[in-house]
């Protein structure tokens, strides 16, 4: 027995003093140092980012807390003030973009010149028909006082003629009231004003086609006038020429111009239809907080 733990003495010893037993244990303590250094540096860096990134989101929180701290000093009227003042330089941005505003507004301003010279020339065309009916009325009134004693019967249809002359003459300024109304309305030419402005002239058409249908009727009446006295034809056949010419001539440049301011109509409003899509207004509703725009009209 002793023999035998004798012999494994001998044989751990012989072990021990190995010198590759010794190269291997060697590169073991090596390796086991530097994984643990390893494992040390890898700690200490994610013991520093854990450092920085706390310190980070604290920076933050206190930055958001400052600025919620001076919103609620600044206080609800100086935010809608800021929110309102950022509407408005919204609405400018929009409103740069309308550079012919300018341009669209003298535009404007030249249809009501042009429609206003088209009226213009229409009532001109009325006074010189009322002029010729107020000298026929005045001839008849001649008439009357020179054939007192002539044919009754014959007077008492000059009679008639002079009143509806005097009717025809009260027609032609109740239109000639009209188209000054009218003259008025255009000053505001617009959308709105259109339905008026064409029901206007469709009234002054009526009371002209009455008018031109009066001059016929005295003139057919007149004519038969002259079968019947010579001395009283004498006296009124420049009454039958003023007539024709009214008939001829005056009525006829009345109704063309009647009907020309009637489609002219129709063109100004396709035109003001166009330069209004093109024009933008705004307001700002600072009890909604709600930025609107919406076409422009006048």
């Known amino acids: 027995m002793k023999d035998f733990m004798t012999k494994i003495s001998d044989y751990l010893n012989e072990r021990r003093n190995d010198p590759e037993r010794r190269e291997n244990q060697l590169s073991i303590v090596i390796i086991g140092a530097v994984a643990v250094v390893v494992i040390i540096l890898l700690l200490l860096l994610f013991w520093t980012y854990t450092v920085k990134e706390r310190e980070r989101k604290q920076k933050e929180a206190a930055k958001e807390a400052l600025l919620e701290a001076e919103m609620q000093m600044k206080g609800p009227v100086e935010e809608e003030e800021l929110v309102a003042k950022t509407h408005e330089e919204k609405a400018e941005e929009y ?166 301011l009637l489609n002219q109509l129709g063109n100004v409003e396709n035109r003001l239809q166009g330069l209004i899509s093109k024009t933008l207004k705004y307001h700002y509703d600072a009890e909604n907080n709600t930025l609107y725009l919406e076409p422009y009209s006048e």
């Open 95 to 260: 409103m740069s973009r309308n550079d012919g505003r300018e341009q669209e507004l003298k535009e404007l301003a030249l249809l009501r010149e042009e429609y206003s010279g088209s009226i213009d020339f229409l009532r001109e065309k009325v006074e010189e028909l009322l002029k010729s009916m107020t000298q026929v009325e005045n001839n008849l009134s001649e008439t009357i006082v020179k054939y007192q004693e002539g044919d009754q019967s014959i007077l008492e249809q000059v009679k008639e003629l002079h009143g509806e002359v005097t009717n025809i003459i009260q027609n032609l300024k109740e239109t000639q009231t009209k188209l000054y109304d009218l003259t008025d309305i255009v000053q505001v030419l617009d959308q709105k004003t259109i339905p008026q402005i064409q029901q206007q002239i469709l009234d002054i058409q009526q009371n002209m086609n009455k008018v031109h249908a009066d001059i016929s009727n005295l003139y057919t009446k007149i004519a038969a006038l002259e079968q019947e006295d010579a001395k009283l034809w004498a006296g009124i056949s420049e009454v039958e020429k003023t007539l024709k010419t009214a008939i001829d001539q005056n009525m006829t440049e009345v109704n063309n111009q009647l009907d020309v």
